[in-house]
């Protein structure tokens, strides 16, 4: 579908997807530098996403009214203004690809390298560079792969986001949460939290599909972007991208499946993946097949239904099965799990002479089926161990690397890294995780301090009134679940 006014091209300036960028709002902040270029460099960008803003508003509102139609025209979109957009919210600090190329090196001479890459995207001349691969540790002890892209590659990954969210966000249904625009993981939580109180369920099915980034067929991905995307140039650039390649020990490997997780186009492209393959299947399952109530939470790969009767949880985890493998794509076998939970499970399953319900883990908590102090059903929510265990194993190594370092100094690190956190973690029932949290980091950093000197003066008194000083106490920061979810979503 042609844009009837594409001669204008302009770009939001929001928040990319994958969140690799900063928020709309730092975007407006002047580079470092004299007062008088700061104040002429905000001018500018400021213009430059009112331009952006209009354009894509049109793309926004034509895909609302068309939403089966295809976008023929939209290559034009992705002009300087867009690209400029799209560099100024990657992460300043993040690590360079196999270019070598930083942030800060690009940003030296920004407008002529912009124009030459909006040359090059347009002209058909821009290849993308193959990704380096670097492996992070996960919470389990297994290391996640990552794909870290050339700068250049990003800064067209990002603009071309920018562009397919204005389509995409009015198609992708209400129950998926990962990494879109004003979602977050906070907002997956209420609307499960919500669920499970509110709603008739009594059966979970926590479900994982196994290797995701690296099991999505790219044949089947590229279809699937040509079911709203016509243009042939933007199409081609997902190609380039997916073709691109990943270099690890001096060999580049290319493979007819994956995304390259950790590329700033990989989450949106997920998102489209399991939008046609699984979220609009099991919207119309729920409508057609359940019996019962039902209720689903996505957030990217990590998956949560909630059902009302046992036999429709059963039914549909047979059939998700069959769906998802017509599309390469596989159920983890020891983190997909069926369980009793929900407001009448613990009754139910005393009756029936069995022990407490099971618990299930979601986003970096454990959802437990507890009690308030009423003695009325509450479901309650705590830090995983693992993820606890796992952040404070990092922050062991940390200290020990700085242990020579200025106490204030160690007491500024501490108190971001614990601000994080609790940003996190502070959630209603999570009161005593939060204290245990603080406790541990208080004793790792004493143990730290002790081994300084061998004469010791780091007594419980003294570190009290160092962490008073520079630790903030475990407060509850969010609220109740339900209450932000009304909030949000008013019915």
């Known amino acids: 579908m042609h844009d009837p006014e594409k001669s204008d091209s302009g770009i939001v300036a929001t928040k990319l997807t994958n969140k690799a960028g900063r928020p709309a709002a730092e975007l407006a902040e002047p580079r470092p530098g004299t007062k008088g270029n700061a104040d002429q460099q905000t001018t500018h960008r400021t213009q430059s996403r009112a331009r952006v ?65 909006h040359g090059r995207v347009h002209r058909g001349a821009y290849r993308p560079q193959p990704s380096r691969r670097t492996y992070i540790p996960k919470a389990d002890g297994k290391q996640r ?8 590659d990003k800064i067209v990954q990002g603009a071309t986001v920018l562009v397919l969210n204005a389509i995409y966000e009015g198609d992708f249904v209400g129950f998926s949460y990962g990494f879109r625009p004003r979602r977050g993981p906070h907002d997956a939580l209420d609307a499960l939290s919500t669920a499970i109180k509110l709603r008739k369920v009594n059966w979970i099915l926590d479900a994982d599909i196994q290797n995701f980034f690296g099991a999505v067929s790219q044949d089947w991905l590229v279809r699937f972007v040509k079911h709203r995307i016509g243009d042939e140039r933007i199409v081609r650039l997902v190609q380039k991208w997916l ?11 290319v493979d007819d499946r994956g995304t390259g997780q950790g590329s700033v186009i990989s989450p949106l492209l997920a998102n489209i993946y399991l939008h046609y393959c699984f979220d609009l299947w099991a919207e119309r399952w729920r409508r057609q097949e359940a019996r019962g109530d039902m209720i ?37 076998p020891d983190k997909t799990r069926l369980i009793e939970f929900g407001r009448f499970a613990a009754t139910d ?14 986003l970096g908590f454990t959802f437990i089926c507890g009690l308030s102090r009423r003695g009325t059903f509450q479901l309650q929510r705590k830090t ?18 700085r242990m020579h370092h200025p106490i204030p100094e160690q ?13 996190y973690y502070a959630v209603p029932t999570n009161s005593r995780s939060l204290s245990a949290f603080r406790h541990c980091v208080t004793d790792l950093w004493r143990r730290t301090l002790r081994r300084r000197s061998q004469k010791d003066g780091f007594t419980w008194e003294r570190m009290a009134k160092l962490i008073n ?9 969010h609220p109740w679940p339900d209450k932000r979810f009304d909030v949000k979503h008013p019915r």
């Not at 508003?57 to 867009?82: G, P, S, W, Y």
């Not at 691109?244 to 490997?253: K, M, N, P, W």
């Not at 000083?469 to 920061?477: K, Y």
């Open 243 to 253: 073709k691109a390649g990943i270099l690890e020990d001096g060999v580049v490997t």
């Open 296 to 332: 689903v939470v996505r957030y990217a790969d990590d998956l949560v239904i909630g059902f009302e009767r046992e036999g429709d949880a059963r039914r549909f985890l047979n059939a998700m099965r069959d769906r998802l493998g017509k599309f390469t794509l596989t159920l983890h």
């Open 349 to 362: 399953r005393k009756r029936r002479g069995l022990g407490k319900p099971e618990t299930f883990a979601f």
């Open 53 to 117: 803003t209009q354009a894509l508003d049109r793309v926004r509102k034509a895909a609302r009214q068309r939403k089966k139609e295809q976008f023929t025209a939209l290559l034009h979109h992705i002009n300087v203004d867009m690209l400029r957009t799209a560099f100024y919210a990657l992460k300043r600090k993040a690590a360079p690809g196999v270019d070598g190329m930083t942030w800060q090196d690009y940003e030296s001479d920004l407008e002529l390298r912009l124009e030459d890459l």
């Open 469 to 477: 000083d520079w630790l903030p106490p475990p407060r509850i920061l």
């Open 384 to 401: 995983r161990r693992d993820r606890m265990r796992a952040k404070l194993k990092d922050i062991k190594a940390e200290l020990r690397r």
């Open 411 to 423: 007491g500024k690190w501490l108190r971001q890294v614990a601000t994080g956190h609790f940003a």
């Open 145 to 152: 792969p990552l794909a870290i892209a050339a700068l250049e």
